[in-house]
């Protein structure tokens, strides 16, 4: 893309209907109108950060152009604005902690920190650097990449967010996600980080495997680590952390999980799919609540988009964009995902994706001692449980969404899902008759178009 290319630009004719939408409230208490959210995105946004307004169908992240579904226009807001809230909301004080993806994060908020994934904080970073391109801005990406990959080893899986805090370009002050959750090789990041130059406070959630939820001693072992957490985060916060204080956390986040749920429900409920895949996406991963920084402002969201997702089931209305008796994909295993637009350009549209939903999916018991409740939950995700158990819950959301087919997508170097993969897609070929595709994708970028000609001809094969 040149300088010069035409970018996306959102009608002016439905400005009117959107200025009328609901604010967003964030958890400082400030709320911001939709026309305001209208003026930065129609005008600051595009000079700021064009590459996220090229039109080019290469790109995975576009701009959806279902523009009378108001939650994308407001996540678009959140996502581009995350570099200055976060920014400002450090240098206020706030602690903000780096965590794994798979995630509960309610007990770092409880604490009075932001956590941030490894995709968040590589926004965080590269929204610092403005004007760019979308191929300025994919180059500066695969930079980051390849310092990740000299700075651990190219026989892992890199995520983003290592070389970004090594190289001293974001302030974060703890490094503590869940170790074992999800990913084989969060323990090589957590020692980069320990050897790195530039210094970071860690902490290790320690995630017991093998029948964890039916342990006692593992419920028992996580919740006081937990605790400890709290309390670390909590002096770097300045602040005392109470058991009230994680109960009123844990009930946000409910409320965030049930609605994510409830609105998953309703979208797999329709005779025809009621947003594109990528605004489904955005509107179910918002139930994890730690997408935009900011759980309350991703509850607002989220309950405006689950009224409109209801509306269209309601009314029957098609996603923009999707094709007539679009073949249902649902995607398995970790951090790969193909491109909505183009899968929708084929035939098909994603319509699930297990990894975060597992987490998004374990409601929390909101009585007694929350870290004992939290502890439970964490370790009955069921994304985590032995692979039998794993297939059968993966077998119930197959059915639900009403899939065609399931693709199992995992990076080199993903030890985990690349060693379970064979077994599961096997179990589900059994059990359900589904076809199933696995496909192993290299992390830098260059096989983006031999993944998508192997989901192409995956769709083709089901039609």
């Given at each position: 893309m040149s300088k010069t290319e035409t970018l996306y630009k959102y009608p002016e004719e439905i400005k009117n209907e959107f200025v009328k939408t609901e604010d967003i409230a964030f958890r400082n208490g400030i709320r911001v109108s939709a026309a305001e959210i209208w003026r930065f995105m129609t005008e600051e946004a595009p000079i700021r950060y064009p590459?996220?307004?090229?039109?080019?169908?290469?790109?995975?992240?576009?701009?959806s152009g279902d523009v009378h579904l108001?939650?994308?226009?407001?996540?678009?807001?959140?996502?581009?604005?995350?570099?200055d809230r976060i920014t400002k909301a450090r240098e206020s004080g706030i602690p903000i902690i780096f965590v794994q993806g798979g995630q509960s994060v309610d007990p770092y908020y409880a604490a009075g920190g932001i956590a941030l994934r490894p995709a968040s904080t590589g926004l965080w970073a590269r929204g610092r650097v403005e004007g760019l391109n979308l191929r300025e801005e994919e180059l500066s990406r695969m930079d980051e990449r390849e310092k990740a990959r000299?700075?651990?080893?190219?026989?892992?899986?890199?995520?983003?967010?290592?070389?970004?805090?090594?190289?001293?370009?974001?302030?974060?002050?703890?490094?503590?996600?869940?170790?074992?959750?999800?990913c084989s090789d969060v323990s090589y990041g957590l020692e980069a980080h320990r050897h790195g130059k530039h210094k970071v406070d860690l902490f290790l959630v320690d995630y017991p495997l093998d029948h964890q939820k039916d342990k006692e001693w593992a419920v028992d072992y996580l919740a006081k680590t937990l605790q400890r957490l709290t309390q670390k985060i909590g002096?770097?916060?300045?602040?005392?952390?109470?058991?009230?204080?994680?109960?009123?956390?844990?009930?946000?986040?409910?409320?965030?999980?049930?609605?994510?749920?409830?609105?998953a429900d309703v979208w797999w409920s329709a005779k025809v799919p009621p947003t594109n895949g990528a605004d489904r996406r955005d509107i179910f991963q918002m139930g994890g609540m730690e997408l935009h920084g900011d759980p309350n402002a991703t509850l607002t969201v989220l309950k405006e988009s689950n009224g409109y997702v209801k509306d269209r089931v309601k009314y029957g209305v098609k996603g923009e964009g999707v094709a007539e008796d679009a073949k249902r994909l649902f995607v398995l295993g970790s951090c790969v995902f193909p491109n909505d637009f183009r899968v929708e350009e084929a035939g098909g549209i994603i319509v699930g994706n297990d990894n975060h939903w597992s987490d998004i999916t374990t409601i929390v018991e909101e009585t007694g001692d929350p870290y004992e409740k939290l502890a439970k939950a964490i370790l009955s995700y069921p994304y985590e449980q032995p692979i039998e158990e794993r297939a059968k819950w993966t077998i119930e959301l197959l059915k639900k969404s009403r899939a065609d087919g399931a693709l199992f997508l995992y990076n080199w170097g993903c030890?985990?899902?690349?060693?379970?993969?064979?077994m599961l897609c096997d179990i589900i070929k059994e059990e359900t008759d589904l076809p199933t595709l696995i496909i192993e994708h290299e992390q830098r970028g260059e096989q983006t178009e031999q993944l998508q000609n192997r989901v192409n001809a995956f769709i083709e094969m089901l039609e």
């Open positions: 590459h996220a307004f090229s039109n080019s169908r290469y790109y995975h992240r576009r701009l108001p939650s994308t226009i407001k996540h678009n807001y959140l996502m581009l604005t995350m570099t000299r700075s651990l080893s190219v026989e892992i899986c890199n995520t983003a967010g290592y070389e970004t805090i090594q190289e001293g370009n974001l302030p974060v002050d703890m490094v503590a996600p869940y170790l074992c959750l999800r002096k770097l916060a300045g602040k005392e952390v109470t058991e009230e204080a994680l109960h009123k956390e844990i009930k946000l986040h409910n409320e965030g999980r049930k609605l994510a749920i409830e609105t030890n985990t899902q690349s060693a379970i993969s064979r």
